[in-house]
């Protein structure tokens, strides 16, 4: 069912206001698909499904090809795996996405050094997860990322980190947490007659009219230290260390 957004505001703003989405979208659209050329191989590793595939026509418009796997098989999914055990030789890609995914395996370690592995020498890999997020997709919901932790992880898979970018600061993640009220009085075990109207109220004071100030704000805020998350570029180098275990 769609959102009451969707249905009344021009698509290009309803997207700009999904803030936990927007700042990793746009990431891979400044950073990585203006990469993508006819002949490259692509990863798209822990893609989700179709409906979750949000950037897959971009990602194709470039000509390059596009090999998406996921823990669960269904439509859009070309391999039902493991993103800590990857059924792809050494050296396979030229560029492997990984989004909001790292949050959700038992591992990141090892997923990190499987995910390097795939990678061609002087690879690229585009990382994003989150700091700060409500629980989700329970019970696989393990981890939240520091940029400090995610840097050691790199490290030890054997990557070189090129960029890092906050997904967001703390205006936007305030916009967000806001904006999960929401999700809360629908969840709540409060009387119908009271649930319909908070909800709807909230919808339109927290989606719409205070997010939209609060992400004009996040523009003054340069220096994230309170961030929805972390979106990273990696590099493999011709020459990879040994990885370390952590």
């Not at 997923?111 to 409500?134: E, I, M, N």
């Not at 600061?169 to 119908?192: C, D």
């Amino acid at each position: 069912m769609k959102s009451l957004g969707s249905l009344l505001l021009p698509r290009k703003l309803h997207e700009r206001l999904q803030v936990e989405r927007w700042y990793v979208h746009e990431f891979i659209r400044r950073e990585a698909i203006p990469l993508m050329t006819p002949g490259m191989r692509v990863l798209d590793a822990g893609s989700g499904k179709l409906p979750e595939q949000f950037l897959r026509e971009e990602i194709l418009a470039t000509g390059a090809t596009l090999h998406t796997c996921d823990l669960n098989f269904g439509p859009g999914v070309d391999f039902e795996a493991d993103v800590s055990d990857l059924p792809f030789e050494d050296g396979a890609y030229d560029i492997v996405l990984n989004t909001q995914v790292l949050e959700h395996v038992k591992d990141p370690g090892k997923v990190c050094r499987d995910l390097a592995r795939v990678l061609k020498p002087g690879g690229l890999l585009f990382l994003t997860t989150p700091q700060s997020s409500p629980l989700h997709n329970l019970p696989w919901n393990f981890f939240n990322f520091t940029n400090l932790g995610l840097g050691l992880l790199m490290d030890a898979a054997g990557l070189e980190v090129e960029k890092v970018r906050a997904q967001g600061g703390h205006f936007a993640l305030l916009a967000f947490e806001l904006h999960w009220t929401v999700r809360e009085i629908r969840r709540s075990a409060m009387p119908a007659v009271l649930k319909l109207p908070l909800q709807l109220v909230a919808q339109v004071l927290f989606g719409f009219v205070i997010k939209l100030p609060l992400i004009w704000l996040d523009r003054f805020d340069r220096d994230p230290l309170n961030t929805m998350g972390w979106n990273l570029l990696c590099r493999k180098p011709d020459s990879v260390p040994t990885p370390l275990s952590i």
